[in-house]
């Protein structure tokens, strides 16, 4: 099993940073794409940035102010939230894809609050 520890939500002013980091433990011996989406109320889960061996990729509306990078060594994905703004308050959840037997297994993290004030 594979347990994901997020930490790094909480209240900030429009136009403030947040970072977010999610730890991964457990039965792992690689890690394929690590990620984060949010979803806010009555809204859908969206994606908001991925990580994987080969690059990035980020929502349209997060480029140039969320950055998403990773520490293999400690199994660790973060996500760097800048410029906040009020349409960013959501729920933020970490996804990790871990391979193993020739199969992918999707783990998701309990989610960590961030709420952005006008």
């Known amino acids: 099993q594979v347990r994901l520890v997020e930490s790094g939500g909480g209240l900030v002013q429009a136009g403030g940073s947040l970072r977010l980091s999610c730890a991964a433990s457990?039965?792992?011996?690689?890690?394929?794409?690590m990620g984060w989406y949010r979803q806010a109320p009555g809204n859908q889960r969206e994606l908001v940035a991925s990580?994987?061996?080969?690059?990035?990729n980020y929502a349209d509306s997060m480029k140039g102010r969320f950055t998403i990078s990773r520490d293999n060594a400690k199994n660790t994905v973060y996500l760097q939230m800048n410029s906040l703004k009020p349409e960013d308050t959501a729920v933020y959840y970490c996804?990790?894809?871990?391979?193993?037997?020739?199969?992918?297994?999707?783990?998701w993290g309990q989610g960590t609050q961030v709420t952005v004030s006008s």
């Open positions: 990580i994987t061996s080969g690059g990035t």
């Open positions: 996804k990790v894809v871990v391979p193993r037997w020739g199969q992918l297994y999707t783990y």
């Open positions: 457990g039965s792992i011996n690689s890690i394929g794409s």
